[in-house]
C-alpha cells in the first residue's frame, strides 16, 4: 500500500487494526500479518461471512474439521485461515469497525441537517 494515502484509524484490538482511507474509500483490515483492503460492500460481506460462522460448533466438536475456519475476503485473492482466537478476535475488529461506521455516519447526519436551514 502507497504512503502517499492518508489513513485514519477506525477501530484496534489486541490482533488487529481498521483504517478508514479517504483517498480509495476503502477500509484496510490488518490482522496478525495479513493486510487487505476491502470496498465498503465487500467489507459488510466480508463481516457477515465471519459471523456467519457456527462459533458454538467449532468449541464443542471433536472433528479435527472443526479446528480452524478458512473464509475468503471478497475480491482479493486472500484466504483467512482461523483458529477459534483468531475467529473470536476478528469478529470483534470488525464489529467494532462496523459500530464506528455507523456511528460517524449518524454524526454527520445529524450535524448537517441541523446545519442547513
Not at 490488518?30 to 483492503?37: D, H
Request: charged fraction near 25%.
Amino acid at each position: 500500500m502507497s504512503n502517499t494515502h492518508s489513513l485514519t484509524e477506525l477501530f484496534a484490538n489486541a490482533k488487529g487494526t481498521t483504517y478508514q482511507c479517504d483517498t480509495t474509500n476503502r477500509i484496510i483490515i490488518q490482522f496478525g500479518e495479513a493486510r487487505v483492503s476491502l470496498r465498503i460492500s465487500d467489507f459488510l460481506t466480508f463481516k457477515k461471512r465471519v459471523d456467519s460462522v457456527d462459533i458454538h460448533t467449532m468449541i464443542f466438536n471433536t472433528d479435527d474439521a472443526y479446528d480452524v475456519e478458512v473464509i475468503d475476503a471478497p475480491r482479493t485473492d486472500y484466504l483467512f485461515v482461523l483458529n477459534l482466537c483468531d475467529l473470536i478476535a476478528l469478529r470483534d475488529l470488525l464489529a467494532g469497525t462496523r459500530f464506528v461506521l455507523d456511528l460517524n455516519t449518524l454524526l454527520h447526519e445529524r450535524l448537517c441537517s441541523t446545519l442547513v436551514y
